[in-house]
């Protein structure tokens, strides 16, 4: 894995294999490691977005007897010049060019993953506290924890996801059969078993890179974690949190491009009669 992706996607606590984390310079005393200055993508809360950020500073603390460094990278937004993004993460004692050396963050601020957007918050409301305690939880390297939480706002929330699902395809001009196939969902207590009655029903404008984020939420939460370690289970978790946040953004999109579109026909049809 390449430092700038690891610096992106890897949630604290996990070890990876990193090439190109050091490159050499030279100043007057000869060749000299310096972390590799990459330009990742992070979440800019003061942009609003997705942008590049560049290494601002960093420093390292090599412990006297013990095998290892902490170095403590802060990125900067490059367009704002105001966000900043810090990861500590654990390294090899001495920096080096060889590839693959074992990395783990040890943290991330703020959280891996991005802010959390209100829209997700709202949506799982009134339990979204768990779904923050999921959060810090990942943020940690705790995937068994953030999986059991996320798991939980999932169920207990089950109802209302099903029935802001049900008001989108509603919006999108669902006719009564599939809205029926709602309330069966609705009927159902478990959210898996719920998913089998609407997964067909479910607006594709909905779907997140072409995947239907219910079954990918069926097939996360399916999974048997009690073999899985913090490790393996923490990309499950990432990935329930990633399917949650982009089915909200998306349910919000469709009402609101809807609602949009109700008012400029509104508006369209209140000039026709100004006109006659
Ligand atoms: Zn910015």
Redesign the pocket.
């Known amino acids: 894995m390449e430092f700038k992706q690891f610096l992106e996607a890897v949630p604290p606590g996990k070890d990876e294999a990193v090439d190109g984390v050091w490159v050499e310079i030279r100043d007057r005393h000869g060749p000299m490691p310096v972390l590799n200055r990459v330009r990742p993508a992070f979440y800019?809360v003061?942009?609003q977005g997705e942008?590049v950020h560049s290494l601002e500073d960093s420093s390292c603390v090599q412990p006297t007897y013990a095998d290892m460094s902490v170095t403590t990278a802060v990125f900067v937004?490059s367009?704002?010049q105001?966000?900043r993004k810090v990861i500590p993460f654990l390294g090899p004692k001495y920096a080096t060019k060889e590839p693959g050396v074992k990395l783990r963050k040890v943290g991330e601020y703020p959280p891996h993953g991005g802010e959390t957007p209100s829209r997700v918050l709202t949506l799982l409301r009134p339990h979204h506290d768990l779904f923050t305690k999921g959060r810090r939880a990942e943020n940690q390297g705790m995937g068994i924890g953030a999986f059991a939480y996320y798991r939980q706002v999932v169920e207990k929330s089950k109802d209302r996801l099903i029935d802001e699902i049900a008001r989108v395809a509603h919006k999108l001009g669902a006719d009564s059969s599939v809205l029926a196939t709602f309330a069966q969902a609705r009927a159902e207590r478990q959210f898996v078993k719920a998913v089998g009655f609407i997964k067909d029903a479910i607006p594709p404008s909905l779907f997140i890179g072409s995947q239907n984020p219910l079954l990918l939420l069926h097939d996360a939460l399916s999974r048997d974690i009690h073999s899985g370690t913090d490790e393996s289970t923490l990309e499950v978790a990432s990935a329930i949190r990633t399917v949650l946040v982009g089915l909200s953004a998306r349910m919000g999109a469709a009402l609101d491009d809807e609602a949009e579109m109700e008012a400029a026909v509104k508006s369209l049809l209140a000039r026709q009669k100004d006109a006659r």
Do not use: D, M, S
């Open positions: 800019c003061t942009c942008r937004c367009n704002c105001v966000h």
